[in-house]
């Protein structure tokens, strides 16, 4: 089973997560839809992006919430940096989605309030 960690970060791949995590929402699944390769002229690359995502959230919380400990993780480590939750998800989620924008997708999952979604408040 995986388990979230915190690891150092390069410089490159901190000043990338920072970069991801400056961005709005809206932006972020643009990046991953551009970033995942599948647009084309007719599709709209948001809406493209929430449907990748879409039909691989279960998966994903399955993933992070259960078997990463994502309330465990975050209740052990209560002073932890944005940057620094983004990577362990990111190393997490390449393990699954290893060819894809890890840190892109990530962002996107932290911006949209993971406690919520694996559900900490209830534990």
């Known amino acids: 089973m995986s388990r979230l ?17 400056d961005l709005e929402e809206v932006d972020l699944y643009i990046e991953l839809a551009q970033q995942l390769g599948t647009l084309d002229n007719k599709t709209d690359p948001e809406d493209k992006g929430k449907s990748w995502l879409g039909e691989r959230i279960e998966t994903i ?3 992070i919430c259960s078997e990463g400990n994502y309330c465990d993780f975050i209740n052990e480590n209560p002073n932890i940096r944005s940057v620094e939750i983004v990577a362990a998800l990111g190393d997490l989620l390449s393990s699954v989605y290893g060819g894809l924008p890890v840190f892109t997708l990530a962002s996107l999952l932290t ?13």
């Open 5 to 21: 960690s915190i690891r150092g970060l390069s410089s490159q791949e901190e000043a990338e997560i920072n970069r991801l995590l």
């Open 61 to 63: 919380k399955k993933l």
């Open 111 to 123: 911006q949209q309030q993971l406690n919520k979604l694996c559900e900490c408040a209830d534990r």
